[in-house]
């Protein structure tokens, strides 16, 4: 079978045939056929698109009416073979709850509680970590000259100087991925929410950080070898989303080719995740439907945000509800969904219904956040939580006794217990990460 030459036949009819029905025919209640050549996609030269075909009438062949075709392209990840050496994408072990932190360290830019470091950098990441979440999300997407940047929105505000002004504070909103790699680390940058702003040369100075760490726009690569292996990722691809009355995610309706883009993606992190548990995540249901089929190692979660007062109803059935989207997962072979908090609590029985259909089922909103809605979602039995501040909520190694071994050592006879709290460390010995200490850094 050749991909580039390859014929689809659409037949339709008609629902009710009592009145239609002719006997002997082969076809009966047949009305008419659509036609589409696999030639014609490959010579919009797109990963992914629609397709208007005419509906030709079965007996006069004349057009009849039309029919919508949404169409992807999955192209395999060059370079790159799939084996059972290694492949996670439908395993997860039995654990207790994952705390993921948000952005790392939380969100710095639209939340009440705005987090002190700035989200999306090392320094956020690294601050979740060592504070005790079991993973860190973040989000990716590409610069203008393909380098994978962890960022979380579409867009940016650049910072502009007018002539015989003193005061330099002119913001211009501009899309990512019109910018390169050297230009987001050198320009002066700020978050869109800057526009919004009383003091807009105060959010200006917030964003300007020489030390590395702290710089915002840090390649993916970066983080991968920055972050110590025993700390789990969760990593968004970010990828535009329309929204049902029209509107696009930062008002781009075109972006980058979708095979392309995953595979500069995919690659950077095949190449330089070592032994680190990674679960990928995106709101696409096309680029969930790429990232399993192009490669076998790392599973895939399919974000929705279900029925929600607080966000638009996105275009895409398959992410308007949550039942929905767990069809989606199964039917794609998914890990399973990270479904919206708000949904989950208005409708906990959505959790059993994912794990009865074999789904992993992570969370995340600001509803997360409150420490009371963690605990009843670990009761129901969700298996990771993604939330802001994990440094102000994550368990606390307190009481201790003697001075060898760690928590769980055979050897040792130190006893902390886990509790509530900030974090705080009373013995050199017990400074291990909570899910790490738990489970004794298992893989997966």
């Known amino acids: 079978m050749e991909p580039d030459n390859l014929e689809l036949i659409f037949d339709f009819f008609e629902e009710d045939l009592s ?27 797109k990963s992914a698109g629609i397709l208007t075909l005419p509906i030709m009438s079965r007996n006069s062949r004349k057009t009849i009416g039309k029919v919508r075709v949404d169409y992807i392209i999955i192209k395999p990840l060059p370079g790159y073979t799939c084996d059972m050496k290694s492949s996670f994408s439908k395993y997860w072990k039995p654990r207790i709850p994952l705390d993921v932190g948000h952005r790392g360290a939380g ?49 940016c505000c650049l910072t502009m100087k007018k002539k015989f002004d003193a005061d330099p504070v002119e ?9 390169t790699f050297d230009q987001l680390q050198l320009l002066k940058l700020t978050h869109v929410t800057a526009l919004k702003s009383k003091d807009r040369k105060e959010s ?23 972050l110590p292996e025993d700390v789990g990722f969760n990593i968004e691809i970010k990828w535009i989303c329309q929204q049902r009355d029209g509107m696009w995610d930062g008002n781009l309706s075109t972006y980058f080719d979708m095979n392309l883009f995953l595979d500069i993606i995919l690659k950077t992190v095949l190449e330089n995740s070592g032994k680190r548990r990674i679960v990928f995540s995106s709101f696409d249901a096309d680029i969930c439907t790429m990232v399993r089929q192009k490669q076998n190692k790392y599973p895939i979660l399919f974000l929705t945000q279900g029925k929600s007062e607080i966000y638009p109803e996105l275009m895409d059935l398959r992410s308007r509800t949550t039942p929905i989207a767990m069809s989606f997962a199964q039917f794609e072979n998914l890990l399973g969904i990270n479904a919206h908090t708000e949904d989950l609590l208005r409708n906990p029985s959505y959790i059993q219904e994912a794990k009865a259909k074999g789904l992993v089922i992570f969370c995340w909103g600001d509803d997360t956040n409150d420490p009371e809605n963690r605990r009843k979602l ?17 368990v606390t190694w307190l009481s201790h006794s003697g001075t060898g071994g760690h ?4 050897d040792g006879q130190c006893q902390c217990q886990i509790t509530g709290g900030s974090f705080g460390v009373l ?7 909570y899910g790490a200490a738990l489970e004794q850094f298992p893989r997966w």
């Open 19 to 45: 009145e239609h029905v002719v006997q002997g025919d082969a076809l009966p209640g047949h009305v008419g056929t659509a036609c589409l050549l696999s030639s014609t996609i490959a010579e919009s030269g």
């Open 204 to 226: 200006v100075v917030q964003e300007e950080n020489s030390f590395s760490e702290n710089q915002p726009f840090p390649s993916l690569k970066m983080v991968l070898e920055s």
């Open 427 to 433: 013995h050199s010995g017990c400074i291990w990460r």
């Open 407 to 410: 928590p769980f050592s055979a």
């Open 107 to 155: 969100n710095s830019t639209t939340t009440a509680q705005l987090a002190k470091v700035q989200e999306n950098t090392i320094a956020s990441l690294r601050n979740a970590a060592s504070h005790g979440a079991a993973f860190v999300e973040f989000d990716v997407h590409l610069s203008k000259d393909f380098v994978p940047v962890v960022y979380h929105d579409l867009t």
């Open 171 to 179: 913001l211009f909103e501009i899309p990512v991925k019109e910018l």
């Open 378 to 394: 670990k009761e129901l039995g969700v298996n990771g939580l993604i939330y802001d501040s994990c440094l102000a909520y994550i």
